[in-house]
Each structure stands twice: as C-alpha cells, then as structure tokens.
C-alpha cells in the first residue's frame, strides 16, 4: 500500500513537473526564434533605409545640377504638340508685331516701345495642355489636324538648331584629343547641317539638302545615344541652361527698350530747370526789353528764311548757331522758332541774352495763330497714339508753312536734332524742278535709314492702294526746302487735312507727320544730293567720320538725342560745340560736357 502510495506520488510530481517545465521550455525556444527574425527583419529595414537614402540623395544632386533653371515648355522635335506650339509661336509674333521697334525712325517724332509677355504666354500654355490632356484621344487628333495649317513658319529651322545644340553636348563628352569615328562623324554633320541652314530664318528658305542632312543627323545622335546611354539628364541640363540663358537675354531686351523709350520721352532735370530759371528772369523784363532787333526782315522774301518748331531751349540754341556760323552771309539770314505758349517765354529770353549774330531771329508761339484755330479743327491737328509727341500740335504744324510765312516765297526746314555744318543758303540755288519739297531720299536697301511706304501706310486700304505705289522712293525730313508758291498753287495743305481725316476714321496709317508728308507731298518731291542730309546720328553707331566731314547737315534722328546721357557718345562732341556750357545759367542747372 505504501509503495502504491509513494508511486502516486511520484508520478503526480513528475506530472506537474512536466506540466510547468515544458510550457517554459517551449516559451524559451520561441523567444530565441522571434529574436533571430527580429534582428533580420532589423537588418532588411536598415538595408532599405539606406537604399531610399542613397537615392534621395541622387535626386537632390540632380535637382541642384538644374536648380534654378526652366527648360523649355516646348520641343520642337517631340511630335504631337503643334497646337500649343502654334500658340506660343503666335502670341511671340503678336507681341513683336505690337512693338514694333522705331528706334531708327526719321524726325522727332519716332520711338517703338517692347514688352515683354513672356509670364502670360506661360500661363496660357499650361491650362492649353492639361485641356488637351483630359480630351480623348479622337478629339485631341482632331485639335491638332484643326491647328496643323497654323503651325508656325520656322518649325524645322529651330528643330535643326536644337539637333546641332544636342550634336555639340555629345562632342563636349567625347576626349579631348580623341580622334576616333565617332568623333569624326559628329563633327562632320554638325558642319554639314550648319552649312545647309546657313542664314536661312523660315522653312520655306530650306533646301531639299538640308532636310536630307537633318535626317543624317538623326542617326548620328541615335548613335550617340547608344554610346552615352546615362546622358539624357545632362543634355536636358544643357537644353535648360540654353533656354534660360535665351530668355534672360530676352528679358533684358525688353527691359532696355522699355527703359531707353522712356528716357527718350522724358525733359532731363538740367534742361527743366534752365527752362524754369529762364521764364523767371523773362517776367522781369520790361515789355519793350522784349523786343527782337530786325523785326523788319521778316517778311523779307529775298533773305534766307529759316522754320524751326521745338519746344528744348537748348537744342534750338545749337540749330541757329550752327546755321549761323557756317553761312557766308549771316546777317542776311532770319529764323523762325515756333513753340507753345509754356516754352514762350524761356525760348525768347534766351535768344534775347544769346543773340545770333548777325542773323535776325523771330520767336512765336502756336497758341498766336488765332486763324488756324478758326480754319482747322484744332483736334484735328493730333494724332492718337500713346506717345505724346505723336498728339502735339507742334509736329504737324509744318504742314502750314505757306500759312504761317505768307509772304514767304521759299524757306528751309529743320527739325531740332539738327546740326548745320556748311553753308545751307546755297539751298536757294537749286533748281527743284516744280516741285514743292526738296529731300534727301531714304530708299537704298541695306541701309540703316532705309524706309518703304508700306512700312508705315496701310496698303490693304483700297483708297490708299489705288493712289499710291508702294515703291515709290521716301524721302526724309529733318532738313528740308519748300517752294511755297508751287504749294500754294497745289493747295496741299487741304490735302494733308484729308488724308489726316481718313486716317482718324480708319487705321491708315501710323502716327507721326512722316508717312503723312508721303502722302501729302506723293510727286510733289524733289531728290536732293545725299551729302545735304545725313541721317542716323541718332540710332545708327556706324556712321562713318567721312560721312560726317562731307554732310551739310548731320541729323540726330532716333531716340538717342545729344542732350541726353543714351546719346551715342562719339557724336556728341559735334552737337557741345555748339552749345556755351561756360554760360551761368547752364553752370547752375549743372549741364555740361
């Protein structure tokens, strides 16, 4: 019984004993299995941090290789894209075509102002695209066969550019001294398809040649591709920087036009103030201290008469003083100022402390003309247009020179920008042929002074096509000599009050006296000899000493005045000499050389 009991006892003991040991025996084997796979898993985590590291970093050296830069929203070799392409390329032309540049235009009255719309071309493209986008696919192929007769006209030139920028990039990886096939090949169709392109701007000026060599050049860069298969993120960062650097050069275009237009149209401080303290010394003059000398010469129709209408002091100082020292006969010589009543006084007190010489001189101001107030609609005499020189009365008042100098028989014109360097009174010597103008003709191709009619008149107006040839050599004005008795006779000045009222109806022409004396004096103009007028001192840095030395008159046509620090600085010296910097007046309004 005994053993019986011990044996119960023993087994219930081994029993519990087993009961409590395996439970831990079997939880220690699994914790040493979940260990081992934690500590793996562990390690596959860390191996993948370190990929996704590695290639953060990757990407940040890209993103920084092109930080800053934008590429271009188009490519013009990519297929598909013609319809944003077009549009782009359009509102380009529209915008050049609305700021057409005038810097070289003839008279005072000239200047083309740009703007760049570069950010709203952007933004007009982006939402075009993500539209085309979400189109289906029929429609989208619909849109671009719509849009394929306006694709734009120089497609293939900048595609055959962008393929030699591309060639280049794949040369620059190449060794320097290698001289292998590859090497030879591409440097061989860059020659070959830059020859074929030669100057040529639009499509329609491509040769079959050079469309056979853009597609040898095809093959070269798929070559080229093969051999640098990892170079396309450099050849979009060349493409980028290319891009940028061509619309920063763009911008600054843009930004310099603007900003020349601008001083143009601006009165520098020193002229305002010499103004100012002019028409102040002026009001305190006695009414007979007013008087000019010689007023009896000016209706004097045997003297040499002169006609200058300004509103700068200072620039007409220099025309009377270069015409009067250069003449062999000053004192038979009588200029005519014309200005407004603001410039009236300051004008005459000038000439008043200045005197001409020997010359005689005769000041007056627009508002003075009571009769061409009662014969001429006054709001007739302006032009629209944003610049104000184009609405000032003064600009078309030389169109009422028979008018204004009534018992004047014949008289030399000249603009403000003028500079007389010989003797002009031989001017009345010319046999002009009967006809009413005498000009310089500006009708030479290649020239800088080069105009066309229908650079200025609108030819599509059936009124104006059938009165006019739009070959018909110009002519320029600055320095001019009128017969006014054979315009009395022709009566053009009714004719340029119609052709000014057609143009106020319709867009005819564009705003300044220029293309108006085309019309008015069409037939009516005599050729004068080239070395008369010299144009372009004013736009043109290449005018030549020689053509300078032979001119009578040299014309600082163009926005780039003398007085004005845009001035092209190697033709200044000729205006200063003129111009008595020592005098008190322009020593206190600090002008000078």
């Known amino acids: 019984m005994r053993l019986f009991r011990r044996c119960t006892r023993i087994s219930i003991l081994s029993l519990l004993a087993i009961s409590v040991f395996t439970p831990v025996f079997l939880l220690s084997f699994r914790f040493k299995n979940l260990n081992s796979d934690a500590s793996r898993d562990f390690v596959e985590d860390l191996s993948i941090l370190k990929h996704r590291i590695d290639a953060q970093a990757n990407s940040a050296v890209q993103q920084e290789e092109v930080e800053g830069l934008k590429g271009p929203h ?9 319809g944003s392409l077009v549009g782009l390329d359009e509102n380009d032309r529209r915008h050049k075509a609305e700021n057409v540049n005038l810097l070289q235009s003839n008279g005072t009255t000239y200047g083309g102002q740009e703007k760049s719309q570069q950010n709203l071309s952007e933004q007009k493209v982006s939402p075009y695209r993500e539209k085309e986008k979400s189109r289906p696919e029929g429609v989208q192929h619909s849109r671009s066969i719509q849009s394929h007769p306006r694709r734009p006209l120089d497609e293939k030139v900048k595609e055959m550019k962008d393929k030699v920028i591309r060639a280049k990039a794949y040369l620059s990886f190449a060794p320097p001294d290698s001289n292998s096939h590859f090497v030879k090949e591409i440097k061989l169709r860059i020659k070959e398809l830059e020859r074929a392109m030669g100057d040529v701007t639009k499509d329609s000026g491509l040769s079959r040649r050079a469309t056979q060599k853009m597609k040898a050049m095809d093959g070269t860069l798929l070559k080229a591709s093969r051999i640098y298969p990892d170079c396309s993120a450099m050849v979009n960062t060349l493409r980028a920087m290319t891009y940028n650097a061509e619309e920063l050069l763009r911008s600054q275009r843009d930004q310099t036009s603007f900003l020349v ?29 007013r008087e000019f000398p010689n007023q009896h010469k000016l209706r004097d129709p045997d003297l040499y008469h002169f006609a200058v209408f300004s509103d700068n002091v200072l620039a007409c100082s220099v025309v009377v003083n270069s015409a009067v020292s250069t003449a062999k006969d000053p004192e038979k010589i009588v200029f005519h100022i014309v200005t407004d009543s603001l410039n009236l006084p300051a004008m005459s007190m000038w000439f008043l402390m200045n005197p001409p010489g020997k010359a005689t001189i005769q000041i007056q101001s627009i508002d003075g003309f009571e ?26 008042l030389r169109f009422y020179l028979p008018d204004i100098f009534p018992s004047v028989n014949k008289i030399v014109f000249l603009d403000h920008d003028v500079v007389v360097r010989k003797d002009l009174t031989r001017l009345w010597h010319i046999n002009i042929k009967g006809k009413v103008n005498g000009a310089v003709e500006t009708c030479v191709e290649g020239e800088p002074s080069f105009r066309r009619m229908d650079m200025f008149i609108n030819f599509t107006d059936p009124s104006v096509a059938t009165r006019f040839d739009a070959n018909t050599c110009t002519w320029a004005y600055g320095m001019n000599v009128f017969d006014l008795q054979e315009w009395r006779k022709r009566n053009l000045t009714a004719l340029y009050h119609k052709y000014l009222e057609l143009g106020s109806k319709r867009p005819l022409l564009k705003a300044g006296s220029l293309p108006l004396g085309w019309m008015t004096f069409y037939k009516h103009t005599h050729a004068l000899d080239r070395t008369w007028h010299l144009l372009g001192l004013g736009y043109d840095s290449g005018v030549t000493r020689a053509q300078i030395e032979q001119a009578a008159v040299i014309h600082y046509d163009g926005v780039m005045k003398p007085w004005l620090d845009i ?23 600090n002008l000078h050389e």
């Open 74 to 82: 188009l490519v013009v070799y990519r297929d598909g894209d013609h």
């Open 261 to 289: 237009q601008l001083t143009a149209r601006t009165t520098p401080k020193g002229l305002h103030c010499l103004s100012m303290r002019l028409t102040t010394e002026y009001f305190t003059l006695q009414p007979e201290e």
């Open 371 to 396: 009769w061409l107030l009662i014969k001429y609609n006054e709001d007739q005499l302006k032009q629209k247009g944003l610049d104000p020189r184009y609405a000032s009365a003064l600009n078309h």
């Open 567 to 589: 001035g092209i600085q190697k033709y200044k010296s000729y205006w200063n000499k003129h111009v008595s910097y020592e005098h008190p007046y322009l020593q206190q309004c």
